[in-house]
């Protein structure tokens, strides 16, 4: 699959209420959403045959919108509804989904009151977003050269398209240096995340996560947070300076497409892959898994 394009995959696209072709689900070039980056997106994961906190990813896309200033217009029920559906339609299992929102193309300049929302979804066969083999060796991250915005300057709350250009940038620079992604500070200097994933560390038993007040507190980040306390271990969520990763023992990245990876390096600081970076990669893939599934 690796091989094929994107817009060059099987199966079908739902495309504003509607199932369409996937080589037809098209944008026009002068879509509002392309120049300005007016699209809000979730990223979901399916495990036999369910979309893992669907409907939390589904009322996040909305707020995402409402944040950017527009109304999504499905409702959270309709847009749960039609990735289910997707899902069946394309046959998949085990799958990755993309709901995305976006201005079209009735107006074109800054200002784009008028313009139609646009929801699509596809949803595809997309293995770990990581190198299987090295994914429980530890990544390898390098520090991003670009910094997470100060929330009074960029909508941070919401999953923006806009806001992971310089994530792109970060993770470009980090691969051509031979890493599999980069750590990104915020504003102020403070630890705050991967590209596309959330931090944490480990440091005598305790597991220390950056406070998310200027990125996504992912869903998958909460998630691993409770199961790490369903087993007794300790979570402090706090402000995390870069001098601090000499030491800390582990350290970890969670997301929906990372789900839960080890690192084994960031920059010049080395980390193992200890028994609770371990323990919570196999609790959360056991979470994730359908309840009826596991109880058969």
Known sequence: MASVPF??????????GEFVPWKDAKVHVLSHGLHYASA???????????????????????????????????????????????????????AYVRPIAWRGSEMMGVSA??????????????????????????????????????????????KAAGLYMICTLSKHRAEARGYADALMLDWRGRVAEATGANVFFVQDGKIHT????????????????????????????????????????????????????????IGPYTFTVGEIARNLVNDYMAEVQPKKAAAE
């Open 113 to 158: 009151q008028n313009n139609r929302i646009n929801l699509a979804i596809a949803i595809w066969q997309w293995p770990s977003y990581f190198d299987p083999e090295q994914r429980m060796k530890g990544i390898r991250l390098d520090m991003a050269e670009y910094r997470r915005p100060d929330p009074m300057t960029a909508p941070s709350r919401s």
């Open 40 to 94: 809000v997106f979730e990223g979901e994961r399916a495990y036999g045959g369910e979309i893992f906190k669907l409907t939390e990813h589904t009322e996040r896309l909305h707020a995402s919108g409402e944040i950017l200033g527009f109304k999504i217009p499905y409702s959270v029920g309709e847009i749960d509804q039609a990735c289910n559906e997707l899902l069946a339609r394309q046959g998949f299992e085990d």
């Open 210 to 265: 950056p406070t998310p007040d200027c990125f996504l507190d992912g869903i998958t980040r909460r998630t691993v947070i409770g199961l790490a306390r369903k087993r007794g271990y300790e979570v402090i969520e706090r402000a995390i300076m870069p001098e601090e990763l000499e030491g800390f023992e582990q350290c970890f990245l969670t997301g929906t497409a990372a789900e839960v990876t080890p690192v084994s390096e």
């Open 7 to 16: 817009d060059q995959l099987e199966g079908e696209i739902w495309y504003n």
